[in-house]
């Protein structure tokens, strides 16, 4: 299998139609763009903030991933 690249581009409001088409005919692979709310944004720096104050809270990787092995 050939190396991939990824390329972001933006595409004008009036041409994207024409644009994805023309992917799908060439049989280029489209990802999907999930957009995230702002309300799931702040609910993650509150958490941020909140993990940062007290960082004898957190874990190293190798500790949680003993809390999420399910026997």
């Known amino acids: ?3 991939l690249k990824e ?3 933006r595409i004008p ?3 994207f139609d024409f644009f994805m088409e023309l992917i799908k005919n060439l049989g280029l692979e489209v990802a999907e763009i999930i957009e995230i709310p702002e309300t799931h944004k702040a609910i993650v720096r509150e ?3 909140k ?3 007290s960082p004898e809270r957190l874990l190293d990787w190798n500790q ?3 809390h999420l092995r399910l026997e």
């Open 1 to 3: 299998m050939a190396a």
């Open 7 to 9: 390329v972001t581009l």
């Open 13 to 15: 409001e009036n041409k």
């Open 47 to 49: 958490r941020m903030k």
């Open 51 to 53: 993990s940062s104050a």
């Open 64 to 66: 949680a991933e003993k």
